[in-house]
């Protein structure tokens, strides 16, 4: 069965680092994406990294450029989101989705979410 399972989030202080995993079960990471989301208390679910399936094209959303990195581990069917100078606002529960395609399509599967919480 089709299964995400996300890992590693938690309490962090700002400034801090976390890694976030998501294994992917029955999902081949040769023919699916894999995007992450997070969403925030009163604000709408937003999209911020996805890593292509077909030619490795990675998006980030302006808000965490240059503090977040997705990579792949295809070997251990798992995509990682290193998330580096955390900030309060970075505070949501983060989920990660695989769409067959490319990242722009509709996700096929979700996680059901970790939560992330930046706060001293």
């Known amino acids: 069965q089709p299964r995400l399972v996300e890992s590693g989030g938690g309490l962090v202080q700002p400034g801090g680092s976390l890694r976030l995993s998501c294994l992917a079960s029955?999902?081949?990471?040769?023919?699916?994406?894999i995007g992450w989301f997070r969403q925030a208390p009163g604000k709408e679910r937003e999209k911020v990294s996805c890593?292509?399936?077909?030619?490795?094209?990675?998006y980030y959303a302006d808000p965490v450029k240059g503090r977040f990195t997705i990579f792949r581990d295809k070997a251990k069917k798992t995509v990682y989101l290193q998330m580096n100078s955390l900030k309060a606002e970075d505070t949501a529960i983060y989920y990660c989705?695989?769409?067959?395609?490319?990242?722009?399509?509709?996700?096929?599967?979700w996680g059901q979410g970790i939560q992330v919480t930046v706060s001293s």
């Open positions: 029955e999902i081949s990471l040769d023919y699916y994406s």
């Open positions: 989705a695989a769409p067959r395609g490319y990242c722009r399509m509709k996700p096929d599967y």
């Open positions: 890593i292509s399936s077909n030619d490795d094209q990675i």
